[in-house]
């Protein structure tokens, strides 16, 4: 057999083969690709001006993480319910583990909050909910897991970029390649920084002349300090607060595009969830129910729209204000968790929002995504139903919709 014949023969398997198992994954970089690609990589190094020997040595030294894709492209169909994620997350030992290291860094944090303005107990949160106290900083090699990001056409300018900050955070900070280890996605250290937030924030909270976010507490705090007073902190202010909703409270008044004055709050009958009047203060609030009219209520002020400049999940910054009230002394939550362990699948709330356009609502395109659109209509469907118009979808929503309630509890 010559060698186009063979060729051909192989190339006839592996199209049988791939028939067999469905259709091709969505395209991204292999090992061959990534050759090619670090060649570009290192030209781009080059032309930012970085030192030959990173762009020679270390960019060229970087191997490809097929893990790293695997990860990117994992998109679990079922996702955990608000009370599932909070469970988790805000749990004793983080409580307990939290408030040992608030004491035991007393005079740091103290420091830190006099000069950045955000209060240890939140940065103790930060530090819990990202890498457990510093107990998993991530183990897949960082600059491996940006360059292989960077050569994947998906979001690879993005990476790009993370990259070639990662590289000059080699030069300036005088890390060592090898040792640079964290997420799949390249954040580092005990806050999980990305390169981008490292270079422009990260301080030396230690005084040795470095900011070294793996090996220095008191650098990954400081840090998280500054990092959190340019994205706008309001020194003096709280993330938000646990409160009471009146019997009848009109939904439709909740959602982060609904803040209103702390008194209007008050006069629609919002109380502190022990049942005390709301503060008097000229802040406005929005309130948020993510669990519907069965689970607890929040209203959130300006800072909390600062911890979403961190992590743009509402869940995330709920726990972590909570996590630091546990920390400084609070109780668990006072309207307690539904026991509902999974959030409507993609597909349950792709299913809703098309039976919601049939029945003359309007929930934005049908892509699966349970936004602010898709909410209000299913609001205006609830009320319509005679349901309590939460806008949250529990079972008796999805039944009332026609669609499967698989794991929504009621």
Not at 137 to 146: A, F, I, Q, V
Not at 181 to 196: C, K, L, V, Y
Not at 328 to 348: I, K, N, Y
């Amino acid at each position: 057999m010559n060698l186009l014949a063979f060729l051909i023969g192989i190339w006839e398997v592996a199209r049988v083969l791939a028939a067999a198992h469905g259709p091709a994954p969505e395209f991204g970089p292999n090992q061959a690709s990534f050759a090619a690609c670090l060649a570009g990589l290192q030209q781009t190094a080059r032309e930012r001006d970085l030192p030959e020997a990173l762009a020679a040595d270390v960019l060229g030294a970087l191997e490809f993480q097929p893990r790293v894709i695997e990860l990117d492209r994992a998109q679990p169909e079922f996702r955990q319910s608000f009370s599932a994620y909070y469970r988790a997350r805000v749990t004793d030992f983080r409580v307990r583990r939290g408030r040992e290291l608030f004491a035991r860094h007393r005079e740091l944090l103290q420091r830190l909050t006099g000069r950045f303005g955000v209060p240890g107990h939140y940065l103790v949160a930060f530090w819990g909910l990202e890498t457990n106290f510093g107990g998993y900083l991530g183990g897949l090699p960082t600059l491996d897991s940006l360059a292989t990001l960077a050569c994947d056409p998906r979001r690879g300018e993005f990476f790009t970029e993370e990259l070639m900050t990662a590289l000059k955070l080699v030069q300036r900070e005088a890390l060592a390649p090898d040792e640079m280890r964290g997420s799949w996605a390249g954040a580092m250290g005990h806050t999980q920084f990305m390169p981008s937030a490292y270079f422009e924030h990260a301080v030396d909270g230690d005084g040795d002349g470095r900011a070294d976010l793996w090996n220095s507490t008191a650098d990954a705090l400081a840090s998280a300090a500054n990092y959190l007073a340019a994205l706008g902190w309001r020194r003096g202010e709280r993330w938000g607060r646990e409160v009471r909703l009146p019997d009848g409270f009109p939904y439709g008044e909740s959602g982060m595009d609904k803040a209103r004055p702390l008194a209007e709050w008050a006069d629609l009958g919002v109380m502190r969830a022990d049942g005390g009047a709301l503060p008097v203060a000229n802040m406005e609030a929005a309130l948020l129910v993510p669990m519907g009219h069965r689970g607890p209520a929040f209203l959130v002020y300006a800072n909390f729209e600062v911890i979403m400049r961190w992590n743009r999940s509402q869940a995330y910054a709920i726990v972590v204000g909570r996590l630091a009230d546990r920390i400084a002394g609070a109780g668990p939550l006072a309207a307690g968790l539904p026991d509902v362990e999974t959030a409507p699948s993609r597909t349950q709330v792709e299913t809703m929002q098309k039976r919601l356009e049939r029945l003359g609502y309007d929930p934005g395109e049908a892509d699966g995504v349970f936004g602010p659109t898709t909410r209000a209509a299913l609001r205006d469907f609830q009320r319509a139903s005679g349901l309590i118009a939460d806008g949250y979808p529990d079972r008796s929503t999805l039944e009332a919709l026609g669609v499967q309630p698989a794991g929504t509890g009621r």
